[in-house]
C-alpha cells in the first residue's frame, strides 16, 4: 500500500494528496498517517508547498466524510429502531437504547466530531452517527474541518521534520489506532454485559 500511495502522490501532486485523503474517509485501512507524512517529507525537499499541502488533505477528507454523513441520515433514526427492536436482542439493545445514545450525542454531538477527528481507528467513522443523528450539516462541517486541520497539520509537520524517517509516523500511530478500536470493542462488550446484569437483577 505504501508504494501506491507514493506513486499516487508523486503523479498527481495536490490533486493525489486529496484523493488519497478521499479514499481514507471511504475505506479506513488506507492510513493517514502514511498519507501526510509523506506529503511533509515532500515539502521538505521542496516538491511541494506546506500550506496547499494541508488544504489538500483537509479538503479530501471533508469531502470523504460527506458519504458516510448522508448514510446515516438515509438509515435514520426510526428504521434503526426498527431493525433494534426486530432483532437487536441477540446484542440485548433496544429502540429506547438507540434513544440515549442519540440524545448522548445531541448533546455531545460537535465536540464529539471534533475530537473524534484527532483520534486514530475512528476519526473516519464518526460521521456516520453524525448523519444518523441529523446533526446540521454546516456544525457538521465546521467541526470536522476544525479537528482535521489540527489532525492533517500534525502528520505534515512530523513527515517534515523526520524527512526520510517519515514512516514512522504510520508506525507508531499504527497500534494506536488498533488500541481505540480494541478498547472501544471492550467498552461495548462491558456495556452489554452491565445490561445483561441488571436485567437479571431485575
Not at 7 to 17: C, K, P, V
Not at 57 to 67: E, N, Q, R, S
Request: net charge positive; hydrophobic share 45%.
Amino acid at each position: 500500500m505504501a508504494e501506491w500511495i507514493t506513486n499516487t502522490m508523486s503523479s498527481l501532486g495536490y490533486l493525489g494528496i486529496g484523493l488519497l485523503m478521499f479514499l481514507e474517509n471511504l475505506f479506513p485501512p488506507i492510513p493517514s498517517e502514511l498519507i501526510m507524512p509523506l506529503a511533509g517529507f515532500t515539502v521538505s525537499r521542496g516538491e511541494m508547498q506546506f500550506f496547499p499541502a494541508i488544504l489538500a488533505g483537509v479538503i479530501g477528507t471533508i469531502l470523504g466524510a460527506f458519504p458516510w454523513y448522508y448514510a446515516g441520515k438515509f438509515f435514520g433514526e426510526e428504521r434503526l429502531k426498527q431493525l433494534a427492536d426486530k432483532y437487536g436482542k441477540w446484542i440485548t439493545v433496544s429502540g429506547k437504547d438507540i434513544d440515549k445514545a442519540n440524545n448522548w450525542f445531541t448533546r455531545y454531538g460537535g465536540r464529539a466530531v471534533f475530537l473524534c477527528r484527532l483520534v486514530p481507528g475512528v476519526r473516519t467513522l464518526i460521521s456516520l452517527p453524525a448523519g444518523l443523528n441529523n446533526m446540521p450539516l454546516i456544525p457538521f462541517i465546521i467541526y470536522s474541518t476544525i479537528g482535521t486541520t489540527l489532525w492533517v497539520t500534525f502528520l505534515t509537520g512530523a513527515g517534515y521534520f523526520l524527512g526520510d524517517h517519515y514512516d514512522l509516523v504510520d508506525e507508531y500511530l499504527g497500534p494506536v489506532s488498533k488500541i481505540v478500536l480494541l478498547s472501544l470493542a471492550i467498552g461495548f462488550g462491558l456495556w452489554i454485559l452491565r445490561k445483561n446484569m441488571r436485567k437479571s437483577a431485575e
